[in-house]
T-cell receptor, first 111, second 116 residues
Framework: KQEVTQIPAALSVPEGENLVLNCSFTDSAIYNLQWFRQDPGKGLTSLLLIQSSQREQTSGRLNASLDKSSGRSTLYIAASQPGDSATYLCAVNSGYSTLTFGKGTMLLVSP | GAGVSQTPSNKVTEKGKYVELRCDPISGHTALYWYRQSLGQGPEFLIYFQGTGAADDSGLPNDRFFAVRPEGSVSTLKIQRTERGDSAVYLC??????????????FGPGTRLTVL
């Protein structure tokens, strides 16, 4: 059974810092991996999708990498801003179409 | 185009009552998914539809939970004899297709269910 772990559970940084969020998964036979953002009381916003054959994806200040063989992904956020404050969720698609989620990293960026 | 929409946004009910939660997927998306998110946890899969049929319902916790998608678009999640433990945010997602590495799921805002 696929299990997804996210470290750290919470992170607080001052505005402007570059930061890395980590995601690990137990079964490397995946189709893709998605990173989501969730604001308090809201649904999930898809940030990036990395296919199993890809090593990284970039969108603006966000860069996600994937090392399938070691079961790891990282989300890099450059020049963090207070508006980046949210919970970031990593989810793995193991080929059965449904997603297995981690518990998320709660990020607080202070001005 | 509009994203995934869910109604109601909030639902408060009493233990033992029946509830229905509705999901409108993105137009043209053939796959629809239901997830449940408890406080402080990531979403957990409940059921997914490919077209009108339930392709995988292995995540439904028990037979009090049922979902339909009669015309391959709107879906309704139905919960009978609600229990306090059913309290959670119920999330719906849709995707253009399944079984492909570029299959990206898009989520709705969720329905917060509170069972008193």
């Amino acid at each position: 059974k696929q299990e997804v772990t996210q470290i750290p559970a919470a992170l607080s940084v001052p505005e402007g810092e570059n930061l890395v969020l980590n995601c690990s998964f137990t079964d490397s036979a995946i189709y893709n991996l998605q990173w989501f953002r969730q604001d308090p009381g809201k649904g999930l916003t898809s940030l990036l999708l990395i296919q199993s054959s890809q090593r990284e994806q970039t969108s603006g200040r966000l860069n996600a990498s994937l090392d399938k063989s070691s079961g790891r992904s990282t989300l890099y956020i450059a020049a963090s801003q207070p508006g980046d404050s949210a919970t970031y969720l990593c989810a793995v698609n193991s080929g059965y179409s449904t997603l297995t989620f981690g518990k998320g990293t709660m990020l607080l960026v202070s001005p | 185009g509009a994203g995934v929409s869910q109604t109601p946004s909030n639902k408060v009910t009493e233990k033992g009552k029946y509830v229905e939660l509705r999901c409108d997927p993105i137009s043209g998306h053939t796959a629809l998914y239901w997830y449940r998110q408890s406080l402080g946890q990531g979403p957990e899969f409940l059921i997914y539809f490919q077209g009108t049929g339930a392709a995988d319902d292995s995540g439904l916790p028990n037979d009090r939970f049922f979902a339909v998608r009669p015309e391959g678009s709107v879906s309704t999640l139905k919960i009978q004899r609600t229990e306090r433990g059913d309290s959670a945010v119920y999330l719906c997602a849709s995707s253009l297709r399944t079984g492909r590495k570029d299959n990206e799921q898009f989520f709705g805002p969720g329905t917060r269910l509170t069972v008193l």
